[in-house]
């Protein structure tokens, strides 16, 4: 018993510290989800006041290129007409007004005809720009943007184009805005924001180490065009890592130690996102978790002073509870040997009862042997001397032929009779052959016909067009058949409207037949025995209750069963179930 206490004391530190680890890693998580998505909010307010300031510095001076190119002096120059000074000049004091970095007209070949920086070193007079995008799109669509490092002048700068047309000849007037002011705001306020172009490039960002790299890794095609169109002169793109380390799933992205927040930007058709630092997050979570660890300690040290209280007060009541279990054990195991000891009575008064049954059916069966035996050869006997007589009549003695045929029935009746018994006594060896089953329904019905007559119903016979075929013995059938129908006829003897159906059918692998009456029915009482040996509702001398009871052991002999359902005064229905002969059986 002392061996034992350190054991569980043991378990019980174990599980207070398992209690503390679960309380802990619910809280962590619980904590680190509520200011994640508190995180997530807050970028999402930094998203939107970030895309406000793009948008509204681009948008400024979207619509300048296409107000410039409304002048006379730039629609002249662009058709040689007029003076490229005046144009330049022109440019120059639109520029300075307007706040643009860079304003210049290009010609359709792509060479720039006219700049506000034509007296400045780094002139864009004379390039030819016709590999930019914003020019190819402005020709093409009317309107062109994009984002670039200057190949001339090595600044970056966002590009926007439109369509200039005079005089049946075509040119872009295209501004350079400087977004570089905005970016050293988001430096000087620290806020870790960035913007990216369509293609996924960042080329804005409040942290150096993240400008000129991809937020996911660019495709070939991508990287090819932006070679091409020399967007990043300078800067070596293919070579860069991408910004993220995975790819983003919907609004949310994840960089190295940080994550962020995606949103579009109409204005530049990019990107902007807002990132901030996991490691604050992580803190303040763990901070939650060692909290709720403690929590948990405490809480199990409480559980377990008030589980040593109940010990004790369990302790001192625990002799009286044994007693009382055991006093309720005994009754129950006295209860039982009680309840088993009448039911090995029962079971053997059933047993008893069912030997007697047996041997007195037994006895009945041999007795009904010795009977035929003495009887079958007087009858036969008498059969054949009143057949004799019969032929030997006048045809004009009618009276006594009559009461020739009247005997020769009583004689049939009575080997019908000992052949019953006959069939109830002896066992016969069962011969399977391969039948259609409609051939014995066909003659049982050719048999009982002068029956039907006298009893005024013609039974209705439906039969499948193709053959049903099982395995049983076509005589022995259409015995059984013929029993079936007799009994129907018996019920009907006093119905005003006698009708019988009977029905053959396969239903899945069985081959089903029924035998259906209007007539008397039979009693809710007398229906479970009706098929037992010797059980009979008629008359006395009707009848020895032996047809139903040899049917189900012809049936069974063939795998059959046979069912009786009935409605007293309603009617009966007897359905027969026959298993089909396999391929196999109609091969052989």
């Not at 200011?35 to 939107?48: G, H, S």
């Not at 629609?75 to 144009?87: K, M, V």
């Not at 960035?194 to 490039?201: P, Y």
């Amino acid at each position: 018993m002392h061996c034992t206490r350190p054991f569980f004391a043991e378990v019980n530190m174990a599980r207070a510290l398992l209690f503390a680890f679960f309380a802990a890693a619910l809280a962590w998580f619980v904590s680190y989800s509520t200011l994640l998505r508190a995180a997530r909010a807050e970028l999402d307010q930094t998203l939107l006041l970030t895309t406000r300031a793009v948008g509204a510095e681009i948008d400024r001076l979207r619509a300048l290129p296409a107000v410039a190119a409304e002048d006379a002096r730039v629609r002249q120059a662009l058709a040689g007409t007029g003076s490229l000074d005046a144009a330049n000049e022109y440019l120059e004091m639109i520029a300075d007004h307007a706040g643009a970095d860079e304003l210049f007209l290009i010609d359709a070949s792509g060479k720039t005809i006219a700049a506000s920086n034509w007296k400045e070193p780094g002139s864009f007079v004379g390039q030819n720009y016709a590999f930019r995008p914003y020019f190819q799109d402005a020709l093409a669509f009317g309107k062109g943007q994009l984002y670039a490092i200057g190949v001339t002048t090595g600044i970056p700068g966002y590009f926007l184009s439109s369509r200039v047309e005079f005089e049946g000849k075509e040119g872009v007037m295209v501004v350079k805005l400087d977004l570089r002011p905005l970016q050293q705001t988001w430096r000087v306020a620290k806020a870790d924001v960035g913007l990216a172009d369509e293609f996924g490039m960042v080329f804005l960002s409040a942290r150096p180490e993240w400008q000129y790299r991809p937020l996911v890794p660019l495709s070939k095609d991508t990287l090819s065009f932006l070679l091409e169109t020399r967007a990043y002169e300078g800067v070596d793109i293919a070579e860069v890592e991408p910004l993220f380390t995975r790819p983003p799933e919907g609004e949310n992205a994840q960089g190295d130690t940080w994550i962020a927040r995606l949103g579009p930007v109409a204005a530049t058709r990019g990107q902007v996102f807002a990132a901030r630092p996991m490691q604050g997050l992580y803190l303040i979570a763990f901070g939650w978790a060692a909290l709720a660890a403690m929590a948990g300690l405490a809480v199990a040290a409480s559980l377990k002073s008030l589980e040593q209280r109940r010990q004790i007060i369990a302790m001192r009541l625990s002799q009286s509870e044994k007693l009382e279990a055991m006093v309720v054990a005994r009754t129950a195991e006295l209860a039982r040997e009680v309840e088993a000891r009448k039911q090995a009575e029962t079971d053997l008064r059933t047993a008893q009862e069912v030997m007697i049954h047996t041997e007195k059916m037994a006895a009945m069966g041999r007795m009904s042997a010795a009977i035929v035996h003495e009887i079958s050869q007087p009858l036969a006997a008498m059969e054949a001397s009143l057949s004799a007589a019969e032929i030997g009549l006048g045809k004009d003695d009618r009276k006594t032929s009559g009461r020739i045929v009247k005997a020769r029935d009583m004689i049939r009746r009575m080997q019908r009779t000992t052949k019953h018994l006959k069939s109830f006594a002896r066992k016969d060896t069962v011969e399977l052959s391969l039948i259609d089953l409609r051939t014995p329904l066909r003659s049982a019905i050719e048999l009982v016909l002068p029956r039907a007559r006298a009893v005024g119903v013609k039974p209705l016979l439906e039969l499948p067009t193709e053959a049903v075929y099982v395995m049983a013995g076509n005589v022995r059938i259409e015995q059984v058949v013929t029993n079936l129908l007799l009994n129907a006829l018996d019920a009907l003897e006093t119905t005003p409207d006698p009708k019988i159906r009977i029905n053959l059918e396969k239903i899945g692998p069985k081959a089903v037949f029924t035998v259906t009456d209007n007539g008397t029915g039979i009693k809710d009482a007398d229906l479970p025995r009706v098929a037992d040996p010797f059980f009979s509702t008629k008359q006395t001398g009707e009848g020895l209750g032996l047809g139903l009871s040899i049917c189900r052991v012809i049936l069974a002999d063939f795998s059959g069963e046979l069912d009786i359902h009935s409605i007293e005064q309603s009617g009966t229905q007897v359905t027969v179930t026959l298993p089909l002969a396999t391929q196999e059986n109609e091969t052989a």
